[in-house]
C-alpha cells in the first residue's frame, strides 16, 4: 500500500523557518510531479506549491517568495522550506501527487505563533 509520510512540521515563531520533508513509497516518484497542500482549522484543504519531474515549480500566490519547494530524486523525497512564516500558514500541511492523487497521510503540523 502507498504511503506518504510528511515530517518537519512544529510550532515556530512569526518569521522563523521549518523544513518538510515528504517520503512517498511510489516506484514513479522520478517521473511524478508532487505538491504540497495545507488544511487550516475549519477550512478546506488547499494547494500550496508543486514541482514537475523535471523541476519546474508553481506556488499560491501567499506563499511566493517565502517558500520553496524542492525534490530529491535519489531519496524518494519533496522537501518544502518555509521562511518567513506568517500566522496564517497555521495547518496541516501534506504532500501528495497533484493529477494522480495517492490517499492522503496524515500530515504534519504546522503552528505559527505571533
Known amino acids: 500500500q502507498v504511503q506518504l509520510v510528511e515530517s518537519g512540521g512544529g510550532l515556530v515563531q512569526a518569521g522563523g523557518s521549518l523544513r518538510l520533508s515528504c517520503t512517498p513509497s511510489i516506484n514513479s516518484f522520478r517521473i511524478s510531479a508532487m505538491g504540497w497542500y495545507r488544511q487550516a482549522p475549519g477550512k478546506q484543504r488547499e494547494f500550496v506549491a508543486l514541482?514537475?519531474?523535471?523541476?519546474?515549480?508553481n506556488y499560491v500566490d501567499s506563499v511566493k517568495g517565502r517558500f520553496t519547494i524542492s525534490r530529491d530524486n535519489a531519496r524518494n523525497t519533496v522537501f518544502l522550506q518555509m521562511n518567513s512564516l506568517k500566522s496564517e500558514d497555521t495547518a496541516v500541511y501534506y504532500c501528495?501527487?497533484?493529477?494522480?492523487?495517492?490517499?492522503w497521510g496524515q500530515g504534519t503540523q504546522v503552528t505559527v505563533s505571533s
Open positions: 501528495n501527487r497533484p493529477g494522480m492523487f495517492l490517499s
Open positions: 514541482i514537475t519531474s523535471g523541476g519546474v515549480t
